[in-house]
Structure formats: structure tokens, C-alpha cells
């Protein structure tokens, strides 16, 4: 079946960086794109960024531009989430997600984000 | 980027129908019909209910259905059942290769 597996939970310190994974198994990790999406205690999702897994193509949200570094290992079907300058702020669920999305950038056509990621959880602590 | 605008929570009695709304800019959901809502029940991971504004994905109950009036898209949910109890999180493309996600809306089934 079609799925995304996720990296256990992370405790870090204030300032250190966490890298996350997300394992795709069932289909072809480089027909689909990759968002990242992060939910603080009680709060909304929020969108974190995109990466295209076919080429290595990264768009990230002004928000965490500098901070945060997508990539992918095509030969193991998984992406990887790394944010650094963690702050107490950054505690948080993190969630990758798939979503087909065929590119005219001006006018996408966007299917959802139709398989999620099971979540990790970040504690950023001192 | 502004997340979307969505009530903090909405609530109904089965059988009812209730709608929740998500208010973006000319910018976002009054651009473009690329509005997605996702369920969201405690501690799980969301669930896509709605694509491309109207769009249900195999697997969907016909009770949920999406629209758009200018800046404003809405999700109806029909026939409240108890198991519809959940957050729901409206998202739409907002131009420039990015996204934005409203601040979501508790429903409760009375």
C-alpha cells in the first residue's frame, strides 16, 4: 500500500539542527511532489515548503527560508527535512506529504495532499 | 503570506448540515480554484476531503462538498455523523510556488 514513514520523535536544544526523514513505499517517489508541513501545539498547519523529487527542486515559505534545507535520496525513495537554529518556537509536528501537481506554475492543477506522513514530533528544549 | 481565514469553530446536530468557511485574498483562493480541505481527527495526521474547490478523492463520503464565491471558499459538510467531529484545515495555492493553510475550525457534533 501506499505510504510515507517518518523518523521518530527528536528532543534537541536550542540553536541545534533536526533532520527528519520520510520514507515512500507503494509508488514512484519521483512522480509525485514532496510538501513539508509543521503544526505547533494546538495551532493550524502551516506550509513549510515543496520539493520537486525528480530533480532535487526546492521551494521553501518565506517564513523559514534560510533555515530550513529539503533534499531527497532517490535510491532509498526518501526525503529529508533538515531546520536549523531551532528555537523553543519550533516545537512542533512535522509532516511531509505527497501531492501530484502538474506545472504550469501560473496556474497549477494541484490534486491535495492525498498521503501523509504519520508525524514527528520535535521538542526543542533546553 | 497571511494564513487563510477560517471561524474557530462551528458545531451542529447530526443529521444537520453545517458549512465552514476559509477567506483568503485576490491573491490566493479568489485566484486560483486550487482550494484543498483536510479532516483532521486528535493526533492523527490530516486527510484530504477536497481538491481543485470541489473535488471529492475516491473514498469520500458525497456528504462533503466544496464551493467558491469570490475571495471565499466553503466546505459543506450534510448528514452531520457523530464520527465528522474533527478539525478541518483549508488550503490554497497562493501564486509563486507556495501555498497557505487557514488556522482551521473545530467542529463539534451536538
Known amino acids: 500500500q501506499v505510504q510515507l514513514v517518518q523518523s521518530g520523535a527528536e528532543v534537541k536544544q536550542p540553536g541545534a539542527s533536526v533532520k527528519v526523514s520520510c520514507k515512500a513505499s507503494?509508488?514512484?517517489?519521483?512522480?509525485?511532489?514532496m510538501h513539508w508541513v509543521r503544526q505547533a501545539p494546538g495551532q493550524g498547519l502551516e506550509w513549510m515548503g515543496i520539493i520537486n523529487p525528480s530533480g532535487g527542486s526546492t521551494r521553501y515559505a518565506q517564513k523559514f527560508q534560510g533555515r530550513v534545507t529539503m533534499t531527497r535520496d532517490t535510491s532509498t525513495s526518501t526525503v529529508y527535512m533538515e531546520v536549523s537554529g531551532l528555537r523553543s518556537e519550533d516545537t512542533a509536528v512535522f509532516y511531509c506529504?505527497?501531492?501530484?501537481?502538474?506545472?504550469?506554475?501560473?496556474?497549477?492543477?494541484?490534486?491535495?495532499?492525498?498521503?501523509w506522513g504519520q508525524g514527528t514530533t520535535v521538542t526543542v528544549s533546553s | 503570506q497571511s494564513a487563510l481565514t477560517q471561524p474557530a469553530s462551528v458545531s451542529g446536530s447530526p443529521g444537520q448540515s453545517i458549512t465552514i468557511s476559509c477567506t483568503g485574498t485576490s491573491s490566493d483562493v479568489g485566484n486560483y480554484n486550487l482550494v484543498s480541505w483536510y479532516q483532521q481527527h486528535p493526533d492523527k495526521a490530516p486527510k484530504l476531503m477536497i481538491y481543485?474547490?470541489?473535488k471529492r478523492p475516491s473514498g469520500v463520503s458525497n456528504r462533503f462538498s466544496g464551493s467558491k464565491s469570490g475571495n471565499t471558499a466553503s466546505l459543506t459538510i450534510s448528514g452531520l455523523q457523530a464520527e465528522d467531529e474533527a478539525d478541518y484545515h483549508c488550503?490554497?495555492?497562493?501564486?509563486?510556488?507556495?501555498?497557505?493553510f487557514g488556522g482551521g475550525t473545530k467542529l463539534t457534533v451536538l
Open positions: 507503494g509508488y514512484t517517489l519521483t512522480s509525485y511532489y
Open positions: 481543485e474547490g470541489s
Open positions: 488550503r490554497s495555492y497562493a501564486g509563486g510556488i507556495s501555498w497557505v
Open positions: 506529504a505527497r501531492e501530484r501537481i502538474v506545472n504550469d506554475w501560473n496556474y497549477p492543477l494541484c490534486y491535495g495532499m492525498d498521503v
